[in-house]
């Protein structure tokens, strides 16, 4: 039984992979990830550069709940 639904703040790793995907040279619209030495690249570019904008500007100032929702719930006995 569910019990409470509620949104999570940004933290430290939503940061991270919301920089990474920002910073990525390849954009995914139908395939999740393509085996490709390009597409290795592009998450190798990604990555690297998705670290620097972390540090530089650490959690995104969005204006929406946060990136992650915790569900509270208890198990029927």
């Known amino acids: 039984m569910v019990e ?9 790793t939503d940061s991270l ?18 085996h490709a030495w390009s597409w290795h690249a592009a998450a190798l570019v990604g990555f690297l550069l998705g670290r620097i904008a972390n540090k530089v500007w650490n ?14 719930a208890r198990r029927k006995l």
Do not use: K, N, Q
Request: aromatic share 12%; with cysteine; hydrophobic share 45%.
């Open 17 to 34: 992979f919301y920089w990474i995907e920002r910073c990525s040279p390849i954009r995914c619209i139908d395939i999740h990830f393509r």
């Open 59 to 72: 959690v995104p100032t969005a204006v929406d709940e946060g990136a992650s929702l915790l569900m509270i």
């Open 4 to 12: 409470s639904i509620e949104h999570v703040d940004w933290g430290e």
